[in-house]
């Protein structure tokens, strides 16, 4: 992996999301499983607290003021302008579990330089389990981790599919035809809420593979760079088109080396391609409109 040399080592830039991540850490714990007002974004599934924007400033500062003059794009705030390193910040992800008491979200943070992403870590505060990468590789509470994936009969899948915005998004059939497909094909899956999670527990090995939709640059810039420089891939698309940077991507299956996992690559894939989406303002991908597989293409 090559860098400019006059951009922060990847080391450096690790370490500086390692202690963002440490910084909050305490406030999280201490509102987790507390009571807490709960408000709704897109749907009345996607939830949003006030810890999520309050652990977002925290990041935010704490980033800034260890590299003067970078930026932030955030779930949250949205982007706080350009430079050329950018941290992409997931304060919560997997708010819906945080704020109902289930132990599983983290905190996400991916270091981009000149539109390549060099290092990322993902925090478990709950289990303090720390998933890093840089350039020399990934590690897990500072040991090396490999990400080895299991053929489908033995595998087991790390997903939220399918949320309302899934059946909204490739129609109820198709949603839950993909459904029966990986539970007849997969020893088991399990819908989890947190992909940024997901993705790392796939790094150390603990599961095979990970897939989603309408994904966002914040729920998988961390997770993905952490499972690549543990040795396994991932598969992103827009409009069923692949793209090679994962934050970049809006539906994507990843998984540990080992196994390719074609079937489920080549459905998400065409699925992605039935979702047509336009840019926001912010630059999220949001619905335009979505073309149904038996309509013939122009």
């Known amino acids: 992996m090559s860098h400019s ?35 709704t974004k897109r749907d009345a599934h996607d939830v949003v607290t006030v810890h999520d924007r309050a652990a977002e400033e925290t990041i935010t500062r704490s980033l800034t003021s260890a590299f003067p003059g970078s930026v932030v794009l955030g779930e949250e705030g949205g982007s706080t302008g350009d430079a050329g390193l950018r941290w992409i910040v997931d304060p919560i992800d997997g708010t819906a579990n945080f704020a109902r008491g289930l132990a599983y979200w983290c905190v996400s943070i991916a270091a981009e330089v000149d539109g390549v992403v060099v290092a990322g870590v993902v925090y478990d505060p709950v289990a303090d389990h720390l998933f890093a990468a840089d350039d020399t590789g990934a590690t ?3 040991a090396p981790i490999r990400a080895a994936a299991l053929p489908e009969a033995d595998a087991t899948v790390l997903t939220s599919f399918p949320v309302q915005q899934d059946l909204e998004l490739l129609g109820e059939d198709a949603a839950f035809a993909l459904l029966r497909e990986m539970t007849l094909r997969y020893r088991h899956h399990h819908s989890t809420g947190s992909g940024a999670l997901n993705l790392a527990h796939v790094a150390a090995g603990w599961s095979d593979v990970t897939m ?17 420089q543990a040795g396994g891939w991932f598969h992103g698309s827009v409009g069923g088109a692949p793209t090679d940077r994962p934050q970049d991507a809006e539906d994507y299956v990843a998984g540990g080396g080992g196994d390719e996992h074609g079937f489920l690559v080549d459905r998400v894939r065409a699925l992605s391609a039935t979702i047509v989406h336009r840019a926001s303002a912010t630059g999220s991908p949001t619905v335009a409109s979505v073309r149904s597989r038996a309509e013939p293409s122009s």
């Open 212 to 228: 989603g939709f309408a994904t966002h640059a914040w729920d998988v810039a961390a997770g993905a760079f952490v499972l690549q």
């Open 5 to 39: 040399p006059d951009a922060p080592a990847p080391a450096a830039l690790r370490a500086a999301a390692e202690t963002a991540c440490r910084q909050v850490a305490p406030q999280l714990l201490a509102a987790f499983r507390a009571d807490m007002t709960v408000a």
């Open 140 to 142: 897990l509470d500072g």
